[in-house]
């Protein structure tokens, strides 16, 4: 049977990589519905020409005369602005990919999970600033969440979910980033282009500052909490430099389950978009004998204080992961421009929830998704106000 496939942030690095396992498919195996960026009208064409979708949305409305040019006289459909990127996610599909980066995901990963299919979560940033919210609304309307992040995708391969309560614990492991080996002293003065050269993934710009600075497994430990259903007691990270094992979870008799492979995103793309069946990946295959050994580390909250802001918020709970999510995406930004050093990203998110804590309780969780619209535009502006000042 044909899979009907609709992809989030098509143009992207997860979006790329999906796309690229759809070429690869059987012919008639996989049909695309739809496909989504923020500016990048000519690849989205051209996408869509060679999918040949039946719908493409554009987020930013400046290159809408292009992208409609180069699809003139296809047949598809073109939707502009935001409200074209949610109609592009209730588009009826099977499976739909939510790889848009940042909190701009929430709402089009929202439309997606109210038509109760399967939805391959990339986008961590969504569940991070509205959990409870996405988790609800995932039961409730019958969506069944696959992860793409590569740890929660390995959780979610060795997880004894109907059987909760045999877990002890969930060991996220984190590439440590660029930076492990790098004194607090030369931090001071990396550069854009030092942050950017991962040493073992290969990503999109915000995720592989965040890999940087270490927030990336910050977020993740949020979004690890939220999709597990565990508290941030439950989930310990370790820093494992090779990226074999992608994470682990330990059983109350002593047994830690681990899944294991090439650092290749498109292994848990494959696992999500194929479940329940396996889909056959062009990755890289695992050869322990030729690996020259799997090394573990505690991670250096001292060096890397973003991990430690995430816990503290994943803790104090309601708003104050949205944010610390919020904050970091402006920061991220402002560094990638040349407004602002390294080791202000995580002055600038530690000065939001400071900020945010003193005017407001985190206690609550946000019932509605305005009141994440609302949090998340305020902690932007607090974070644009810090840097400014800086
Ligand atoms: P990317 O920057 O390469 O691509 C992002 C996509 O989202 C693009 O298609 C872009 O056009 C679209 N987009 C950006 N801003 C938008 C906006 N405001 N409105 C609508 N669309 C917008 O990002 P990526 O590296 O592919 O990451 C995508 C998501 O997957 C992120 O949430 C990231 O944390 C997660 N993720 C990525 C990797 C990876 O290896 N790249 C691994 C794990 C998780
Ligand atoms: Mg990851």
Redesign the pocket.
Do not use: R, Y
């Given at each position: 049977m044909t899979k009907r496939v609709t992809i989030?942030?098509?143009?992207?690095?997860?979006?790329?990589?999906t796309l690229d396992l759809v070429r690869r498919a059987e012919p008639g195996d996989i049909q695309v519905v739809a496909l989504?960026?923020?500016?990048?009208a000519e690849l989205?064409a051209a996408q869509a020409v060679e999918f040949d979708a039946k719908f493409v949305a554009l987020?930013?409305e400046k290159n809408a005369a292009s992208l409609k040019a180069a699809l003139s006289g296809t047949n598809t459909e073109i939707g502009i602005g935001?409200e074209a990127?949610i109609e592009a996610a209730s588009r009826q599909a099977d499976f739909c990919m939510?790889?848009?980066?940042?909190a701009?995901?929430l709402e089009?990963t929202l439309a997606a999970v109210d038509q109760g299919i399967h939805v391959g979560l990339?986008?961590?940033?969504?569940l991070v600033c509205a959990g409870d919210l996405f988790m609800q609304r995932v039961k409730e309307k019958g969506a069944t969440l696959l992860p793409?992040?590569?740890e929660h995708n390995a959780i979610f391969q060795v997880l004894e979910r109907d059987k909760p309560e045999g877990v002890r614990r969930l060991i996220l492991t984190a590439s440590g980033g660029p930076f492990r080996e790098t004194s607090l002293e030369t931090l001071r003065k990396v550069t854009r282009e030092d942050a950017l050269n991962h040493p073992v993934?290969?990503?999109?710009?915000?995720?592989?500052i965040?890999s940087a600075t270490l927030m990336?497994k910050g977020?993740e430990l949020i979004e690890a909490s939220y999709l597990f259903e565990r508290p941030s007691a439950e989930i310990d990270i370790v820093v494992h430099p090779q990226s074999i094992i992608h994470s682990m979870v330990e059983y109350i008799d002593g047994s830690v389950l681990a899944q294991l492979g090439s650092p290749d995103?498109r292994t848990?793309i494959a696992y999500a978009m194929g479940w329940p069946d396996r889909m056959a990946a062009p990755v890289e295959r695992l050869d322990l004998t030729k690996l020259s050994g799997l090394t573990f580390f505690e991670p250096d909250t001292k060096k890397f204080p973003a991990l430690r802001l995430a816990r503290e918020a994943l803790e104090a709970g309601g708003k104050a992961p949205c944010v610390l999510n919020a904050a970091n995406e402006i920061a991220v930004a402002a560094f990638l421009e040349g407004q602002i050093k390294f080791l202000d990203i995580a002055r600038v998110v530690e000065n939001a929830l400071d900020q945010h804590a003193a005017r407001s309780c985190f206690g609550t969780s946000p019932g509605h998704v305005n009141d994440i619209i609302v949090t998340d535009e305020d902690a932007r502006l607090t974070a644009h106000e810090h840097i400014v000042s800086l």
């Open positions: 989030l942030g098509s143009t992207g690095s997860i979006g790329e990589s989504t960026a923020n500016s990048n989205l987020a930013d935001s990127l939510a790889a848009i980066i940042g701009a995901g089009p990339a986008n961590k940033e969504c793409v992040d590569s993934w290969s990503m999109g710009a915000k995720i592989s965040d990336n977020l995103m848990p």
